[in-house]
């Protein structure tokens, strides 16, 4: 049987310590994230002023005498749901795009596709979010009955960003799996297009675009974290990670020690975590495709790659 | 085929390829954390040292050295009375009458008191004869002249046309010494703007590129929103100082003045510890203390014209109600904002006029300094309004988004639920001008327009005025006019009071505080005078090195 791009128990062995480093600390983050939510309200003044870690206030308290555990962990939520969002957006449209240039190799929609998506990749990534936020501002949109918070609108800016590098991933395996003897196979049978694309092409694009997925989580908790300690992203009084260490800046001569260091310390758990993941992830996905021919119907035939497989990867262009 | 970016880029099983040599993201990582350790430490290492020596050493180029908040865009003082371009033409540039230590009104510019008709409508000014500006032009009537055509031309934008408008008529040049202001109403203000208005030479009055006094110290150079550099003015007359400093040759004690803009108010502070400046304005809160602790610095903490300008849009719901309005006045949490956000220095608020200005009602107790949740329930179940959400648009700074969240958490107690909008300068008055609003915060001093007291801060209260908030009070109507006219202090000071308290009881204008105007400065330096700190004035070129 051929591997699928899941992430089974069995394959947890062959994430190897980085991997492994990277699953704890992206789990330490989700832990800040979900449980430390529960410790109390993120905005409600409990304290006169900053206070250091205590039984009650694990994390201590901010500047303005708010519990930093729960600002801490709503921050980490937040961030969590903008970059899921940001990622997950990047992935379907970036996906679509590449599968349809690819599908098209060569031809006037796969040039038209490819230059779009390099017009926006001319832009460093973070220029360009800074770039649309700066155009909307931050400021709540209104569209009729609709409102569109900022938090939005910097998970959408930081996917658009993403777009060109899924597209180009997914155009790259695509272009590598409509080589392949089983599609050809299955056109002469007569499967129709829709058919093969979905069923069959995509689950083979899909584990090195997911590979790239955790490497743009690591950006995105940065970005987004950036984004907010320059005051581009959720408005106060809702926290960040970004908008909480921008925050502790103002109290280094304080004394504060733990304002700036234990919200800063769940951001490099993010950061960390999911990069490492990523990247041992991306490495056991390269190595399955060395061993493995990738039909998903070609019963595991050891296989010298139609390409090599790093091409399957990222490097593939137009 | 290109490399990619550098997230995406990794390690091949296809063999090397130098386009891709160099480190691997986990190396780049550990790189990056080994370095940003390392250099905390290095850097902490290098911040230590003696600053009392290299206070010493800097202080022999005779130029002090003060390090600002913020750089203004526009250099032209008469464009703006706010302190982030005073503060920088203090020293460069001179008004017809200055405040003395009693903050008295004297001539400086002007050869003696103005004769005022006994219509008064007609003012008279003499200038004084032997000034130079710092180009070496002779200081005439055409100077003032052009001054006042600048400030009431409406296409210059110049924030002064707002105190002039109505009130002047015309004004001509008599002789090259005298200058005549002729009114359409009685003005009883017009000697506090003489006293605050500088006057530029004829021909710089539209420039907004530099400044061109008669000030004891001239503009060199400047870098736009970093540095600003003065040298001393050789051939000043000597008009603003007085004793102890008329031993100076000139007065002037530094042979320049430099101005350094920091952003952060972290770096002010340290920057001022080290020794590399001589005094800070604004220095952050959070860093008081430590300023304080500190045995070769001094803080200064002083009642002045400061205001958190507190406005909110009667004309429209929910503040259209009044029962919502006191329903938010007694919900607010003024002790938390005084504590959390001012660190003590300051004073719940009540009215729109501060103990720092003309006309404060020290008795006035209308609001406790601690949310009243009970009595704002009362008032919330009374209002017709259903709302019970509202924006509160507030000014960039940290300051304005701290006093903002700790607001907005008290009234959330009474199941208010305020979003907080952060606004820069141009959007935040746009809003006000064109009273798209709820409600609106920040902070402002008004020492280098009004001296000891604020009469901006009462226009949106009138409904008259272009920025009127929609609440119409014959009453207040009337007191704001006197306020305006009134020659008698005695008479605008009772007027004061009276629109203070109607204004504070219907809850039109109700500022959570009153704050303080903080500076720190080096002990090497002589103390900032406390008397003219009460207008917001630093007054460098008052002060010198004592060791």
Excluded at chain 1, 199 to 225: C, K, S
Aim: aromatic share 8%; hydrophobic share 40%.
């Amino acid at each position: 049987m051929p591997e699928r791009p899941r992430l089974r128990a069995r394959h947890l062995r062959h994430l190897g310590v980085a991997g492994w480093t990277g699953l704890v600390l992206v789990l330490l983050y989700l832990l800040v994230a979900t449980v430390g939510r529960l410790h109390g309200s993120p905005t409600e003044l409990v304290t006169l002023g900053p206070e250091a870690p205590s039984a009650a206030h694990p994390f201590g308290t901010d500047h303005l005498g708010r519990d930093l555990l729960a600002r801490t962990a709503e921050g980490a939520w937040t961030s969590l749901w903008i970059c899921l969002t940001s990622v997950g957006f990047a992935v379907v449209v970036g996906t679509a795009i590449g599968m349809t240039a690819g599908y098209r190799y060569g031809g006037r929609l796969d040039t038209l596709l490819m230059r779009g998506v390099e017009t926006v990749q001319a832009l460093p990534q973070f220029i360009f979010v800074m770039f649309v936020i700066g155009l909307m501002g931050t400021g709540d949109m209104h569209f009729g009955p609709v409102t569109v918070g900022n938090g939005l609108r910097v998970a959408l800016a930081i996917g658009v960003g993403f777009v060109p590098y899924f597209a180009r991933v997914a155009r790259g395996a695509t272009v590598v799996e409509m080589r392949e003897d089983y599609v050809v196979n299955l056109r002469g049978l007569g499967v129709p297009a829709r058919e093969i694309v979905f069923r069959e092409v995509l689950v083979n694009v899909l584990p090195p675009v997911l590979g790239q997925a955790f490497l743009a989580m690591a950006i995105a908790v940065f970005a987004e974290g950036g984004l907010s300690f320059l005051g581009l992203g959720v408005p106060a009084p809702h926290p960040t990670l970004g908008n909480l260490v921008a925050d502790a800046g103002g109290q280094i001569l304080g004394d504060a020690w733990w304002y700036a260091t234990l919200p800063g310390t769940v951001l490099v758990l993010g950061i960390l975590g999911f990069n490492l993941l990523g990247e041992a992830y991306g490495e056991r996905d390269r190595n399955r495709g060395t061993r493995f021919a990738r039909s998903p119907r070609g019963g595991g035939t050891p296989a010298v790659p139609a390409v090599p497989p790093k091409a399957t990867v990222t490097e593939e262009t137009t | 085929m290109t490399p990619g970016p550098w997230w995406a880029r990794t390690r091949t099983t296809g063999g090397a390829d130098p386009a891709h040599a160099g480190p691997s993201r986990r190396g780049f990582l550990g790189m990056t954390a080994a370095l940003a350790l390392g250099g905390t430490g290095l850097l902490t290492a290098c911040s230590g040292g003696d600053s009392g020596a290299r206070v010493a050493d800097r202080h022999k180029d005779g130029v002090l050295r003060i390090g600002v908040a913020a750089a203004p865009s526009n250099l032209n003082p008469l464009d703006s009375g706010a302190e982030v371009t005073r503060w920088i033409a203090e020293a460069v540039m001179e008004s017809l009458y200055a405040y003395d230590d009693q903050l008295n009104s004297v001539p400086l510019l002007a050869d003696g008191e103005p004769q005022i008709s006994a219509d008064q409508l007609t003012w008279t000014i003499r200038l004084k004869t032997g000034i130079t500006w710092h180009n070496g032009a002779p200081f005439t009537a055409d100077d003032v002249v052009a001054t006042l055509v600048h400030m009431l031309d409406l296409s210059a934008g110049s924030e002064w046309i707002t105190y002039m408008l109505g009130y002047v008529q015309s004004f001509e040049k008599a002789d090259d010494r005298t200058v005549r202001i002729v009114l359409a109403k009685p003005y009883g203000l017009l000697r506090s703007h003489l006293t605050n208005l500088p006057v530029t030479h004829k021909d710089f009055v539209t420039r907004k590129d530099t400044m061109m006094g008669t000030g004891p110290y001239k503009l060199d150079t400047y870098v736009p929103g970093q540095s600003f550099t003065m040298s001393r003015f050789d051939a000043y007359h000597g008009g603003q100082f007085r004793a102890p400093f008329a031993d100076v040759p000139g007065g002037a004690a530094f042979k320049g003045i430099e101005y350094t803009v920091f952003t952060d108010g972290n770096t002010r502070a340290i920057s001022l510890k080290q020794g590399k400046i001589d005094l800070i304005t604004s220095p952050a809160q959070t860093t008081v203390q430590k300023l304080k602790e500190a045995k070769e610095l001094a803080v200064t903490s002083t009642v002045a014209p400061l205001d958190v300008l507190t406005y909110v849009l009667v004309a429209r719901e929910p503040f259209s109600d009044e029962n919502f309005r006191k329903a938010v006045a007694h919900s607010m949490d003024r002790d938390g904002v005084l504590q959390r956000v001012y660190g003590g220095r300051g004073t719940p608020g009540q009215g729109p006029i501060g103990p720092g200005e003309l006309g404060h009602d020290q008795a006035l107790s209308v609001y406790p300094a601690t949310p009243d949740l009970a009595k704002a329930k009362e008032f919330l179940a009374k209002a017709t309004t259903a709302k019970r959400d509202f924006t509160l648009t507030v000014g960039a700074s940290q300051t304005a988004r701290d006093i903002a969240q700790v607001l907005v958490a008290g009234w959330a107690k009474i199941g208010l639920n305020v979003r907080i909008e952060q606004l820069a300068g141009g959007p935040w008055s746009n809003k006000w001008l064109s009273r798209d609003y709820d409600m609106l915060m920040n902070t402002f001093s008004s020492g280098f327009t009004s001296g000891p007291a604020n009469y901006l801060t009462l226009a949106p209260a009138s409904s008259t005025n272009v920025l009127a908030c929609g609440y119409k009070n014959p009453e207040v109507d009337k007191a704001i006019d006197t306020v305006w006219q009134a020659t008698d202090p005695a008479e605008r000071t009772a007027a004061l009071r009276t629109v203070d308290r109607i204004l504070a009881e219907d809850a039109v204008i109700f500022p959570p505080l009153y704050p303080e105007l903080v500076v720190a400065q080096r002990t090497e330096l002589s103390p900032v005078n406390p008397a003219q700190l009460k207008i917001c004035r630093l007054a460098p070129h008052t002060l010198r090195f004592t060791g």
